[in-house]
């Protein structure tokens, strides 16, 4: 089988976003979408608060990265690919990166200081255009009408790497979970992509001999009790082990208000105002549940993009499995 877009298909390769799309589907979408002009996209933005896993990856395997930068441009006939990098990655590689060996041209473009949006695919075309930053609404996709409007592939770093490894047939199910937290080893590890929660963690010598949760999939990923760990991880690489009797609620939740109340863009009220709200109930320890619940609903059905669509679940599930009866 020489055909990469083959190879991707067999291999089953899932974007590593956190999405975790099919590469086959999105690929395709983009070549039989008809273009003059088509366009890469290689999203480093990382913003989780603990995130270094694209870091590692573009520490350790930069070459394997851009290997699939380059074979993606051919695949679906791009006339340029750019490099989205988060501001301190793209002060370490902005070098290494620019004196690159790539055939086509390469733009290698600085994320602004926005915030987790930041990250949100349809922003980052917004960013490449100069255009205002907020989000796009979808559909249409990126695959069909993206960055100045044309076909356009993006997909992130991590996804990128393992593209390259699949044209090598050296991709054997694997994927990079970076592991933080109340934990002895924290730290990036490649492992196999099915492997259990708990098999992660024990393979990395990180399960606690303590009463813990973690946080899994990203700081929009649910919060998963140990019981419920006996199965493979969803969306974005990253588990955030924490000890049960160090947490105390208020905090943990006005952490995570504060986060997605000082990373929303602002354009939409159930999510700008509903973070603010919860935000300011954490502060002043006074929450009223009734209240959150529906904020958490607005969040969940109203917002205007996927960042708001999706923070709702660690509030959730954080109250319902760690509060327990809903009341701190
Ligand atoms: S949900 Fe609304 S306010 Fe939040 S990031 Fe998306 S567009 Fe901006």
Request: net charge negative; proline share 5%; hydrophobic share 35%.
């Amino acid at each position: 089988m020489d055909n990469l877009i083959d190879k991707i298909k067999a291999a089953g390769l899932r974007g590593r976003g956190g999405g975790g799309f099919s590469v086959y589907q999105k690929w395709k979408s983009v070549i039989d979408t008809p273009s003059d002009k088509k366009y890469v996209i290689c999203n480093g933005a990382e913003g989780e608060p603990e995130g270094f896993k694209d870091g590692y990856i573009l520490d350790n395997h930069l070459e394997d990265v851009m290997n699939g930068i380059s074979l993606a441009m051919k695949e679906i006939g791009a006339e340029k690919a750019y490099l989205y990098l988060r501001k301190d990655y793209y002060e370490k590689y902005q070098k290494a990166i620019g004196s690159y060996p790539i055939e086509a041209p390469l733009g290698l473009i600085r994320k602004p200081d926005i915030g987790y949006i930041g990250g949100e695919e349809t922003i980052i075309c917004q960013v490449i255009e100069e255009q205002n930053l907020f989000p796009r609404k979808k559909p249409p996709y990126l695959s069909e009408k993206g960055l100045f409007g044309q076909p356009t592939l993006i997909n992130n770093v991590e996804t990128f790497y393992y593209v390259s490894k699949i044209s090598k047939d050296e991709y054997a199910g694997e994927r990079f979970y970076s592991i933080s937290g109340d934990i002895d080893n924290p730290g990036v590890y490649e492992l196999k992509e099915d492997d259990t929660i708990i098999e992660v963690l024990k393979h990395t010598g990180n399960y606690p001999d303590f009463d813990f949760f973690a946080q899994v999939g990203g700081i929009s990923g649910e919060i998963f009790l140990p019981s419920e760990m006996d199965k493979p991880l969803d969306g974005a690489g990253f588990i955030n082990v924490y000890n049960s009797i160090n947490v105390d609620h208020y905090s943990f939740l006005e952490r995570l208000s504060q986060f997605f109340h000082e990373g929303n863009c602002d354009k939409c009220t159930p999510c700008s105002g509903g973070f603010y709200l919860i935000n300011e109930m954490c502060k002043k320890k006074q929450i009223d549940f009734n209240k959150l619940e529906d904020i958490l609903l607005s969040l969940k059905v109203s917002s205007f993009c996927a960042l708001g669509k999706n923070a709702y679940l660690p509030f959730e599930t954080f109250i319902n499995k760690i509060t327990k009866d809903g009341k701190h």
